[in-house]
């Protein structure tokens, strides 16, 4: 894939996802359960990494050390748009990348801020991103919907997507 290609599908996946706040992060606990939470992605840099930032006590970082495959659901029902994401997640340790990436949203979670020592980064490598997009209002969703029903006709469901990244 060429770096336009590739720039292409990363800025495709940014549209989609730059108004949904959070994902819902799915791993592999120590049972071979998939578990899955609420997490706020900080950032989609230009390879299409996405990223996050956890702590070392909770369950997401052990997880992702003994299966680090991963996938991403990403949901904004007021505009129909659905998105998720599979890749590899890695740990990130780095101060400096910690550091250069922290806002006041992370503080929060880690009062002692970026020198917290249980604050940490997960760097999700993406391999692959789907994604439904209606384009169209609810209202217009359910004439659509009604309308198949009395024609006999599939309604037209929007966009539905494939990123290689």
């Known amino acids: 894939m060429s770096a336009y290609d590739h720039s ?42 996405l990223w996050f930032y956890t702590s070392t006590e909770a369950d997401i970082w052990e997880n992702i050390a003994a299966q680090p495959d991963v996938n991403l659901s990403f949901a904004n029902p007021d ?30 979670w880690f009062p002692a801020g970026p020198d917290d020592p249980h604050a940490v980064l997960i760097r999700v490598v993406s391999d692959t991103a789907e994604y439904w997009d209606s384009n169209s209002s609810s209202m217009v969703q359910l004439y659509q919907m009604a309308k198949s029903v009395l024609t006999g006709t599939k309604p037209h469901d929007g966009e539905h997507g494939r990123l290689k990244l």
Not at 18 to 44: E, G, N, W
Not at 80 to 108: F, L, T
């Open 8 to 49: 292409s599908q990363v800025a495709e996946l940014q549209s989609k996802v730059k108004a949904i706040k959070f994902a819902m992060f799915t791993t592999v606990d120590q049972y071979d359960h998939l578990i899955s939470r609420p997490m706020t992605c900080q950032d989609i840099d230009s390879e299409g990494n």
């Open 79 to 108: 505009d129909s748009v659905y998105v998720s994401v599979s890749g590899r997640a890695e740990r990130v340790v780095d101060r400096e990348e910690i550091k250069a990436r922290w806002n006041a949203a992370v503080q929060a």
